[in-house]
C-alpha cells in the first residue's frame, strides 16, 4: 500500500495538482499540550487569524501550524464526522468526511438527529472510520483543505503526506462550540454567517434555560460505555446552560456509577445520550431489577433516550437539545 501511495503522490506533484496553500511550523508552541480552551485571562483562545476577509488569508491552527490559505476553500475534507454539523450550519457542506469512532460518514448522515435534515441535500464522499485515516482517499476526494482536530489518533504518522494532498488545518475540539463555529467560519470566509449561527443558538439555549430553571427537577444525564454502564454525561456548565439541575450525588468528568449509586441519586429524569438502541438494551438489561423498578424516573415514565449525535455538543446539537429538554420535562 505505501508504494501504491507513493506513486500517487508522485503522479499528483508532478500532474501540479497538489494545493498552492503553503503550511510552515511555528518555531515556538504557541498553545498547550493539553488545551482547557481558556487562558489564563479566563478568554477563550481563538485561532490567529486576520480579519480581512479577503484572500489569501494565513491562520495558526490549534497546534501552531502557520497555514496560508490562497483561496477560499471549494472542497473541505473532514477527518471526523463531528465538523459535518459545523460546516451544514454554515452553508458549505464539505466534499468528503471520514466517519466517528464507530460507523462512517454515510451512516452518520443517515442516522444522527442533528444530520438528517440535510440528508441527500449534497453528495460526500465518505473517507471510512476516523479510527483508521484513509490516505488513498482522501486523495481520490481531491480536496483543497482538510480539518480535523488536534491529537487525532494515528495523525502524526501521515501527517506530512496529508499536507502533500491539502493544507491540514488542526481546530480544538475541546474549545467552546462557539469558538468552534468561529474558526470553521473563518476557515470558509463565512465570519459574519458563524455569528448569525452563535446567536441563533445562544436564543434557543436562553429560552430553554427560562423555561427549565422554573422546574422543580432533578435530571440526571448518561451514556452506556457500551451497554455496559452509567456514564456521566456533559459537564456543570453543560447543565448551567439549560438550566436543569443534576440529583445529589451525581458527579461530572464522566464518571461511571452503579445501579444502586443512580438509585440513591434517584433522578426525577434520566436521560440516555447515546446510541439509542444500545441505551434500550442496557435498560432492558436492568428491568429484572427491583433497585431499578423503584427509581422515580422509571415508575413515572421519565426515562428519556436522546440521540448521540447531541453528544458532539456542536451548534446544531446545542440547539435541538434545548428543544427537546423543554419538551421532555415538564
Same mark, same amino acid.
Given at each position: 500500500?505505501?508504494?501504491?501511495?507513493?506513486?500517487?503522490?508522485?503522479?499528483?506533484?508532478?500532474?501540479?495538482?497538489?494545493?498552492?496553500?503553503?503550511?510552515?511550523?511555528?518555531?515556538?508552541?504557541?498553545?498547550? @499540550?493539553?488545551?482547557? +480552551?481558556?487562558?489564563? &485571562?479566563?478568554?477563550? =483562545?481563538?485561532?490567529? #487569524?486576520?480579519?480581512?476577509? /479577503?484572500?489569501?488569508?494565513?491562520? @495558526?491552527?490549534?497546534? +501552531?501550524?502557520?497555514? &496560508?490559505?490562497?483561496? =477560499?476553500?471549494?472542497? #473541505?475534507a473532514?477527518?471526523? /464526522?463531528?465538523?459535518l454539523?459545523?460546516?451544514?450550519?454554515? +452553508?458549505?457542506?464539505?466534499?468528503?468526511?471520514?466517519?466517528?469512532?464507530?460507523?462512517?460518514?454515510?451512516?452518520?448522515?443517515?442516522?444522527?438527529?442533528?444530520?438528517?435534515?440535510?440528508?441527500?441535500?449534497?453528495?460526500?464522499?465518505?473517507?471510512?472510520?476516523?479510527?483508521?485515516?484513509?490516505?488513498?482517499?482522501?486523495?481520490?476526494?481531491?480536496?483543497?483543505?482538510?480539518?480535523?482536530?488536534?491529537?487525532?489518533?494515528?495523525?502524526d504518522?501521515?501527517?506530512?503526506?496529508?499536507?502533500?494532498?491539502a493544507?491540514?488545518?488542526?481546530?480544538?475540539?475541546?474549545?467552546?462550540?462557539?469558538?468552534?463555529?468561529?474558526?470553521?467560519?473563518e476557515?470558509?470566509?463565512?465570519?459574519?454567517?458563524?455569528?448569525?449561527?452563535?446567536?441563533?443558538?445562544?436564543?434557543?439555549?436562553?429560552?430553554?434555560?427560562?423555561?427549565?430553571?422554573?422546574?422543580?427537577?432533578?435530571?440526571?444525564?448518561?451514556?452506556?460505555?457500551?451497554?455496559?454502564?452509567?456514564?456521566?454525561?456533559?459537564?456543570?456548565?453543560?447543565?448551567?446552560?439549560?438550566?436543569?439541575?443534576?440529583?445529589?450525588?451525581?458527579?461530572?468528568?464522566?464518571?461511571?456509577f452503579?445501579?444502586?449509586?443512580?438509585?440513591?441519586?434517584?433522578?426525577?429524569?434520566?436521560?440516555?445520550?447515546?446510541?439509542?438502541?444500545?441505551?434500550?438494551?442496557?435498560?432492558?438489561?436492568?428491568?429484572?431489577?427491583?433497585?431499578?423498578?423503584?427509581?422515580?424516573?422509571?415508575?413515572?415514565?421519565?426515562?428519556?433516550?436522546?440521540?448521540?449525535?447531541?453528544?458532539?455538543?456542536?451548534?446544531?446539537?446545542?440547539?435541538?437539545?434545548?428543544k427537546?429538554?423543554?419538551?421532555?420535562?415538564?
Open positions: 500500500m505505501k508504494k501504491h501511495i507513493s506513486i500517487l503522490f508522485a503522479l499528483l506533484l508532478t500532474a501540479g495538482l497538489v494545493s498552492a496553500c503553503s503550511k510552515e511550523q511555528q518555531p515556538a508552541n504557541p498553545v498547550p @499540550t493539553e488545551s482547557t +480552551g481558556t487562558q489564563e &485571562t479566563g478568554e477563550t =483562545q481563538l485561532p490567529d #487569524i486576520s480579519k480581512d476577509s /479577503s484572500w489569501p488569508r494565513t491562520i @495558526t491552527d490549534a497546534s +501552531g501550524h502557520k497555514i &496560508t490559505l490562497a483561496s =477560499q476553500p471549494k472542497r #473541505i473532514i477527518l471526523h /464526522s463531528n465538523y454539523e459545523y460546516f451544514f450550519a454554515l +452553508g458549505t457542506p464539505v466534499a468528503a468526511s471520514a466517519g466517528a469512532s464507530v460507523g462512517t460518514a454515510q451512516q452518520a448522515l443517515e442516522t444522527y438527529e442533528t444530520l438528517i435534515p440535510f440528508g441527500g441535500t449534497e453528495e460526500i464522499m465518505d473517507l471510512g472510520s476516523a479510527r483508521e485515516i484513509n490516505l488513498e482517499a482522501v486523495l481520490e476526494a481531491k480536496p483543497d483543505m482538510i480539518v480535523t482536530f488536534a491529537g487525532h489518533a494515528g495523525l504518522e501521515i501527517y506530512d503526506q496529508l499536507n502533500q494532498i493544507p491540514v488545518v488542526l481546530l480544538d475540539y475541546s474549545d467552546t462550540w462557539q469558538n468552534q463555529t468561529r474558526a470553521c467560519g476557515l470558509v470566509g463565512k465570519d459574519d454567517a458563524a455569528g448569525k449561527i452563535i446567536r441563533e443558538t445562544e436564543e434557543a439555549i436562553a429560552s430553554a434555560h427560562e423555561v427549565l430553571s422554573q422546574k422543580d427537577k432533578t435530571v440526571a444525564i448518561f451514556r452506556t460505555s457500551g451497554g455496559k454502564a452509567f456514564v456521566a454525561r456533559g459537564s456543570q456548565s453543560y447543565y448551567d446552560a439549560f438550566g436543569i439541575t443534576p440529583p445529589k450525588g451525581y458527579t461530572f468528568g464522566y464518571e461511571t452503579s445501579l444502586e449509586a443512580v438509585a440513591e441519586m434517584d433522578p426525577d429524569y434520566i436521560i440516555f445520550m447515546d446510541y439509542i438502541d444500545t441505551a434500550k438494551g442496557f435498560v432492558k438489561s436492568q428491568e429484572a431489577s427491583s433497585v431499578w423498578l423503584n427509581m422515580s424516573a422509571v415508575k413515572n415514565g421519565n426515562v428519556l433516550y436522546f440521540d448521540d449525535s447531541l453528544n458532539t455538543f456542536g451548534p446544531l446539537a446545542m440547539e435541538l437539545t434545548a427537546k429538554l423543554v419538551r421532555a420535562i415538564k
